[in-house]
């Protein structure tokens, strides 16, 4: 079977590879000239472990292309996937100006029978509305399907979350198009990965609402863990017991500065204005986007608080910029807030991360970027980790105590255990550990 996927994104990029590793023939079509010319050079354009080394292998052998001529990913293929950009809009709402352009270019090259399988996560009633762009551009009436077929990849682990998911949800009225669908996903089904066959509109809602709980998990550790700090309670043990509970599960259950990245903030409000168009007010949702961004303003005062409540003058060591470790995504990362409000509280920042330092240069400004966790620490007055990095778990902590000026350590993401960061000498303050 050959596909095309329409757009190199994150979810474009690891879908087509991922179905070429099927042993799809796979045409990636996106119109960004320098991208294509860099995925053609086997120049990942994003940090995702295990990628690279597919793409690489898959197009050696001939089953996984990449160009910006749509006419070539459109003509040849029979399932052709939209896997574009959803971004917030000025309201919230999705903005699908995107989804609008693959949809309408779809609709003039189409030259047969063709699924358009929407990948990009958009709000219900999505799948027809584009039913009625792709009608609307066709030079000549052709039958085809839309299918909704959302993702849930994790950044850092997207390759893995891919070939063994937890569910495969397709949503589609047609017979046929359901039959094409399940033949793509075959090698899934011999190792008996769940799937779910509903409407389009369901499929559709499974993504933004699966994405909300989540959210809502992450915001409600976060106001459990401020309240454990209060009365004296251990956030780790009250998140283990409570993950230990089968209706619950251990999932997203870690305190911290909060959630960011390219789908939580953007679905989250994508979701409550989806609500506010049918009359409903999404009061949890709502209520997990404000606890998420007072968190961040709390990691603030926590840090402030660490250092004596006076940051003016004083150098502060950054150990993480990327909203999650593996990946180099920034987008709507706590770093993004939580460092441009240490620097107008007076102090100067010395920053380090594995992946994401030169894309954060581009929106963190006045800050020394740094080439490892010791250089970064050097002279430092307070050191914050920030991101959860598996390097920065085993560090040499006599070494980065002896390169810091303080001894103060703000650990955002409970990576070391405070009674061994006391023992190093380290004033130590972590999430939810009083």
């Keep these: 079977m050959n596909i095309c996927v329409v757009g190199t994104g994150y979810v474009g990029l690891v879908t087509g590879t991922c179905f070429a590793e099927f042993g799809v023939h796979v045409t990636c079509v996106d119109t960004d000239e320098d991208k294509i ?10 940090f995702e472990p295990g990628l690279s080394f597919l793409v690489e292998k898959n197009v050696r052998e001939g089953r996984l292309s990449f160009t910006t001529d749509m006419a070539e990913g459109v003509k040849g293929s029979l399932v052709l996937f939209i896997a574009v950009g959803t971004p917030s809009s000025d309201d919230g709402q999705a903005d699908l100006s995107y989804v609008e352009s693959a949809a309408s270019r779809i609709g003039e090259l189409m030259d047969g029978y063709k699924v358009i399988a929407t990948k990009s996560t958009v709000p219900a009633g999505t799948g027809q509305w584009i039913a009625e762009v792709v009608r609307k551009n066709q030079k000549t009436p052709i039958d085809f399907d839309v299918v909704s077929n959302p993702e849930f990849l994790r950044e850092g682990s997207a390759v893995e979350d891919f070939m063994h998911p937890d569910r495969i949800v397709i949503g589609a009225s047609s017979d046929q198009a359901i039959a094409i669908m399940r033949d793509l996903y075959r090698p899934l089904y011999l190792i008996e990965t769940p799937s779910i066959i509903t409407n389009v509109e369901t499929a559709e809602m499974i993504k933004y609402a699966s ?3 989540l959210a809502t998990k992450i915001s409600f550790i976060n106001e459990v863990a401020n309240l454990c700090e209060k009365v004296g309670a251990d956030v780790h043990h009250v998140a ?3 993950g230990l509970d089968n209706r619950i599960g251990p999932k997203f259950l870690h305190a911290g500065p909060g959630y960011g990245g390219s789908c939580f903030p953007k679905d989250t409000k994508a979701f ?3 609500g506010t168009k049918h009359d409903i007010d999404m009061k949890i949702v709502r209520a997990t986007e404000e606890v998420n961004l007072r968190q961040r303003e709390l990691m603030v005062d926590k840090i402030l608080k660490a250092a004596g409540g006076d940051l003016q003058g004083k150098v502060v060591g950054v150990c993480g910029l ?23 509280a007076g102090a100067s920042v010395r920053a380090y ?15 020394s970027f740094c080439h490892n966790v010791m250089e970064a620490a050097t002279g430092c007055d307070l050191l914050v980790f920030m991101t959860e990095w598996n390097q920065f778990r085993n560090l040499e902590l006599d070494e ?7 001894s103060v350590i703000v650990d955002l993401r409970n990576i070391y255990e405070p009674s061994r960061m006391r023992d190093v000498g380290f004033e130590y303050h972590s999430v939810g550990r009083a």
């Design 211 to 213: 994405n909300a709980f």
């Design 37 to 46: 010319a860099a995925l053609r050079r086997g120049e990942m354009p994003i």
């Design 353 to 367: 991360d594995p992946a994401s330092n030169q894309i954060a240069q581009q929106f963190l400004h006045d800050v």
């Design 240 to 242: 283990k017991g409570m």
């Design 272 to 274: 409550m204005q989806l």
């Design 400 to 406: 980065l105590k002896g390169r810091m000026k303080g």
């Design 322 to 344: 990327a909203f999650k470790p593996n990946t180099d995504d920034i987008r709507d990362a706590p770093s993004l807030d939580i460092i441009p409000a240490l620097q107008r």
